[in-house]
Every structure is written in structure tokens, then in C-alpha cells.
């Protein structure tokens, strides 16, 4: 296999919650391969800071662009502005999701959990992921050149949640648990990725599914212990371990790969 096989050099990436703990590894990843890089989030501040920072580090391209997923104008416009700014897009990592902004509502039992909470976090992890990869897929198909679509899944999309790591457990000092819909929303991604594969394969644009295993991003160390313990590695993983399986799919060195669900786990699903 020959090492430019895997260079992005002329082109365009978006990455939906760029500014995100994976996200931002990621655009900083594809930069570092040549790729321009839209920073795409809803957090328009963090998503400027971290353009400049890989502007200024990969001195090339990067642009930040304010959007909310779960909002169909609001993608359309992030799609314009991308395309006027930096290119036609070639490489969508669809990886916006969300936990919601009381910890408290998110991590409620399921006998308890609220529909609007339920709503407000499939508005985000599924809509978004429909809303973005139709808006890109159909500007894919126009192009007439292919790409490649890449969405983020999780390792609870493909198994159950052992419900003891969570005895215990907290996150940035909230009891946590692994909500249903966070589950739910997750295993349809990879559902929905694999409709694409085979929706968009004529046209030479592929489609796969991310699995992160967990990452490390504020949980206490008893979450951290029993998650490890669960892992044939025996750790979480850190978020730049994420960028080889990105890049290789969003590359040519994938050119045969489509509608597959990669884990970057550790194991854990092996078990």
C-alpha cells in the first residue's frame, strides 16, 4: 500500500461537534493529512478558537461554522458556507451529539426519563445525523465525484451497558447512568449508515460507522477502574485514537470500504 494513499491534500472535511473532545483530535487529524477542515459546532466560540489553532499550526485552511445539527435551516446555511468558503465537500464526519444541559434529567432512570429530554437528545444524535448527511450526501450526488461520509456511533450502540460500572459512578460530579435514548440513538446510526452504504454506492460514496470506545472526559476514577477492568486493553481510550480510523476511511486507502462499523474499542466488544 503506498502512503499517499492515505494523503487528503485538495480536500474538504466537515466535522459536526468539531470542537468536541473527538471532534477537535479529528479536525486537527485531517488538517495534519492535508485535508481543509470545516469546525462545524454549535459552540461558535470553541469552534473559532480551535480554526485559528489549526490554521495557524497546519498552515492551511480551516474554517469555523456556528451550526445547530437538529435545525434544518441552520444546516443548509453551514453546508452554503462551507462550499463558498473552502470547497465542495469530499469528507463528512457526522459526529455531533449531545447529553443536554441538566446532567441530572440526562442520567434520570428510565421509569423516570422525560419524553422532552428523550425528544431534545434524538433531535441531536439521530435528526442531526439525517439532517447533515442528507444536505452533504445531496451536494455528493450533484458533484458527480463521490466521497465519503463517515458518522459517529458508540460503543453502546452495538452492546448493552453493564449496568454495574455505573454503581458508583459520576461525571464532572453527577451520578451517572447509560440512558436508554443515548443507547437507542446510538445503534441507529449505525442502522442508518448502513442504509446510505447501499443507498449512495452507485454514486461512489461511501459510508461507515466510527465506535468509539470510551473516552476519558470527566468521569471519577471508580467509573474509570470498572470500565478498564471490562476492557482486554485495560484502559479507556484517549480521544486521538480516533484519528487513524477516521483518516483511513475518509482516504483513498478505504476506496473499497462502505457500510462498515469500525470499533476503535479496545476490545471491549469482544467480549
Known amino acids: ?15 459536526t461537534g468539531g ?14 493529512y492535508g485535508a481543509a477542515v470545516a469546525v462545524v459546532d454549535i459552540d461558535a ?37 462551507v462550499t463558498r468558503d473552502i470547497g465542495e465537500i469530499d469528507i463528512l464526519l457526522n459526529n455531533a ?3 443536554c444541559e441538566n446532567l441530572e434529567a440526562f442520567f434520570a432512570p428510565y421509569e423516570d426519563y422525560s419524553p422532552e429530554t428523550w425528544r431534545d437528545i434524538m433531535n441531536v444524535n439521530i435528526d442531526g445525523m439525517f439532517l447533515v448527511s442528507q444536505a452533504v450526501g445531496k451536494r455528493m450526488v450533484a458533484r458527480g465525484r463521490g466521497g465519503s461520509i463517515i458518522q459517529t456511533s458508540s460503543i453502546y450502540g452495538i452492546v448493552a451497558p453493564d449496568q454495574r460500572i455505573y454503581e458508583g459512578s ?54 474509570t477502574d470498572k470500565y478498564s477492568a471490562k476492557v482486554p486493553m485495560g484502559r479507556m481510550a484517549e480521544a486521538d485514537e480516533m484519528i487513524g480510523a477516521v483518516v483511513f476511511l475518509a482516504s483513498e486507502a478505504a476506496s473499497y470500504v ?14
Open 170 to 223: 459520576e461525571y464532572m460530579g453527577v451520578t451517572i447512568s447509560l440512558p436508554a435514548v443515548y443507547a437507542a440513538s446510538k445503534a441507529a446510526v449505525i442502522g442508518l449508515s448502513q442504509y446510505l452504504a447501499t443507498y449512495w454506492g452507485e454514486q461512489n460514496i461511501r459510508v461507515n460507522t466510527l465506535v468509539p470506545g470510551g473516552v476519558a472526559s470527566g468521569q471519577n476514577d471508580i467509573f
Open 97 to 99: 451529539a449531545m447529553k
Open 258 to 271: 462502505t457500510g462498515q462499523t469500525l470499533a476503535v474499542d479496545g476490545g471491549f466488544s469482544a467480549w
Open 45 to 81: 466560540v470553541a469552534a473559532t478558537e480551535l480554526a485559528g489553532r489549526i490554521s495557524e499550526k497546519h498552515d492551511g485552511k480551516a474554517l469555523a461554522v456556528e451550526c445547530d445539527v437538529g435545525n434544518p435551516a441552520s444546516v443548509e446555511a453551514m453546508v452554503e458556507t
Open 1 to 15: 500500500m503506498k502512503p499517499e494513499l492515505f494523503d487528503l491534500s485538495g480536500k474538504v472535511a466537515v466535522v
Open 19 to 32: 470542537a468536541g473532545i473527538i471532534g477537535s483530535c479529528v479536525c486537527s487529524g485531517l488538517a495534519s
